[in-house]
């Protein structure tokens, strides 16, 4: 099987996951409080399945880029990642539901990366962007076992974090903008607590990196 052929099977799975993914959201927000068992006995199951619905939708979209044959390794690592995460989250949002299209999401990501040697030279030299799109990613985590408000909160604050990691070689106001949202708004509504601060600081320290004209990328970076 060829490169091209793991990364369209990759897609196709992840689709599926994606797609499943948003059906097990609705069946938490609708009736997760009835079957528990299925959906893990969550507290707010009406917010976590909005939630799961709004990852899938992410991964979903993800897909969409990832079926595109020119896309660079820098591109396709952060689409494959965009896929990978909503895929991790939904484990502590719904439940046995998630035994089913987390799995797929999760092979169908890797299948996706094609080279992982083309991946690991990105990774080396966009290392500050990879660390905020993974401290987006604990965001996410967070967010899934907060109250409603700061699930919510979390919620567009980890996407946010992505979003600035993969958009900072397009325009540091937009990356920039995206790193405040990301974090402000999470830290001040839980400022009890040590890691949304740590979050916070270590974006802060990030700021440099991830925004300096040498992070930009090259042609097969993650602008393309």
Excluded: N, Y
Excluded at 20 to 29: D, F, K, R, S, T
Excluded at 115 to 120: D, K, L, P, V
Excluded at 155 to 169: D, E, F, H, W, Y
């Amino acid at each position: 099987m060829t490169t091209g052929d793991h990364r369209t099977a990759g897609t196709a799975l992840a689709v599926v996951g994606a797609v499943l993914g948003a059906l097990a959201g609705i069946v938490q927000a609708s009736i997760g409080s009835d079957i528990p068992a299925w959906t893990g006995a969550k507290a707010a199951p009406g917010a976590l399945g909005a939630l799961t619905v709004v990852l899938s939708a992410v991964a979903g979209a993800a897909c969409a880029v990832l079926r595109r044959a020119d896309l660079g390794a820098g591109t396709r690592l952060a689409a494959s990642a965009a896929v990978a995460v909503p895929a991790l989250v939904g484990f502590t949002t719904v439940g046995r539901l998630w035994f089913v299209p987390g799995p797929l999401m999760l092979v169908g990501a890797a299948l996706c990366v094609g080279s992982w040697r083309q991946a690991a030279a990105v990774t080396r030299r966009d290392w500050s962007r990879v660390l905020l799109a993974a401290l987006g990613g604990c965001e996410l985590l967070m967010a899934a076992g907060a109250a409603p408000v700061a699930l919510a909160v979390g919620a567009v604050g980890g996407c946010a974090l992505i979003g600035a990691a993969v958009t900072a070689g397009h325009g540091r106001p937009l990356a920039a903008g995206l790193m405040v949202l990301g974090t402000v708004p999470f830290a001040a509504l839980a400022w009890t607590a040590l890691v949304p601060l740590l979050v916070l600081v270590l974006t802060a320290a990030l700021t440099a990196p991830v925004l300096s004209p040498r992070s930009r990328p090259a042609p097969h970076g993650f602008t393309r």
